[in-house]
């Protein structure tokens, strides 16, 4: 049959496929009108074997030839195309535009997609999005060499005021943790980083104010105190553990009040400092060991005949300070150990107000 060929349909012009008539133009075209209703090209292969395919396949004649695409067009209003830009690496584009001359908005590469906005007229800035196997990553690259032109790359998200928060989440499939970080519009404007899907409503491990000042809510840091004197507890050698009853602060709830000890939350080096103040101190004891006890090992911080040393009737000073290994659910807790006289030696208080004696502590690292 005149215009076909294997299967294939020629279209000339003049000739009718069914209802619809071939014309003649710039462009060879399939054309009329359906008021009120849908104009639709449908290509349906009717087999359900295996391997039966409906294929619409636009193509040029080789390297050297223009560009396959497609044109999406509304009279006299707009146009968008999309399709192989032959002369471009034969990377396939969408452009606003009748063709694929204009510079494109999407452009997808064998390697991944690049997102060209227009910024000033111009597509200066590339986001891919690389699908390679074990390495699935964003970059944002900027591709302007121009000599003493600015090269920065800007990943930007951006809400007006009044508005929600500007942040970005991560996560990975299948895992529920999520982090978040951005600007906090709720709460002046701070920057900061979270690791609970609730736009920072908690879990904020980190905040930075507009002047710079950096704070980290979550890091465990505490502060313990005695505010009632303590008497007869050590001076013959007792060992005596020191309860520091009064929280001045916790953040992170892992200091307990009752039996003096610090829990590690996580795993880290922790500065821990501790001050003790302690009278009915007398002279025949000789030797006083302040003991900073650790889950891994003892800090021990020794002072030689205490009672000699002082003036009698004034307090003695015991404190020392380290940096501590401790593992996640390690303790640390103090310990007092004054010898060679009679159980009459007192710890300090300081009242609601004074840390006279106190334990304190910190996540370094």
Do not use: H
Not at 129 to 154: P, R
Not at 282 to 289: A, H, R
Not at 358 to 364: C, E, I, P, T
Request: negative net charge; contains cysteine.
């Amino acid at each position: 049959m005149a215009g076909f060929n294997n299967d294939v349909v020629f279209a000339q012009a003049g000739m009718r496929i069914g209802d619809i008539t071939i014309t003649t133009g710039e462009e060879g075209s399939i054309q009329f009108s359906q008021a009120g209703a849908d104009v639709a090209l449908l290509i349906k292969n009717t087999s359900n074997a295996a391997g039966s395919q409906a294929i619409q396949r636009i193509s040029v004649g080789g390297a050297a030839a223009s560009d396959p695409f497609i044109n999406f067009q509304v009279d006299g209003v707009k146009d968008w195309a999309a399709g192989i830009n032959n002369s471009s690496s034969d990377n396939f584009q969408f452009t606003p535009n009748s063709d694929l001359s204009f510079s494109p908005l999407v452009e997808f590469a064998d390697n991944g997609i690049n997102i060209i906005p227009l910024i000033g007229g111009t597509g200066n800035a590339n986001i891919f999005i690389n699908g390679d196997i074990g390495n699935d990553f964003v970059e944002i690259l900027n591709q302007n060499t121009n000599a003493g032109t600015s090269a920065d790359s800007n990943f930007v998200a951006t809400v007006v005021a009044g508005g929600g928060d500007a942040l970005f989440k991560a996560n990975a499939t299948g895992v529920a943790s999520t982090w978040i970080w951005g600007l906090d519009n709720s709460d002046s404007d701070k920057w900061k980083l979270g690791g609970a899907n609730d736009n920072f409503a908690s879990a904020v491990a980190m905040e930075v104010e507009l002047t710079g000042e950096v704070n980290f809510p979550l890091t465990p840091c505490f502060l313990a105190s005695v505010n009632s004197s303590i008497l007869n507890v050590t001076g013959d050698g007792t060992q005596y553990t020191v309860i520091f009853e009064s929280e001045k602060f916790d953040q992170g709830s892992d200091y307990n009040i009752t039996t003096g000890v610090f829990t590690a939350p996580v795993t880290g080096r922790y500065a821990l400092q501790v001050n003790l103040e302690m009278f009915g101190i007398v002279v025949g004891m000789t030797q006083g060991n302040l003991v900073l006890r650790t889950s891994n090992r003892e800090y021990r911080f020794t002072f030689n005949n205490p009672g000699v040393v002082i003036t009698p009737g004034t307090d003695f000073i015991f404190n020392g300070s380290a940096t501590c290994d401790m593992d996640a659910s390690d303790t640390a807790l103090v310990v007092i150990e004054i010898s060679n006289d009679a159980l009459v030696a007192d710890v300090r208080g300081g009242g609601a107000t004074d840390a006279l004696t106190f334990f304190s502590g910190q996540l370094a690292c």
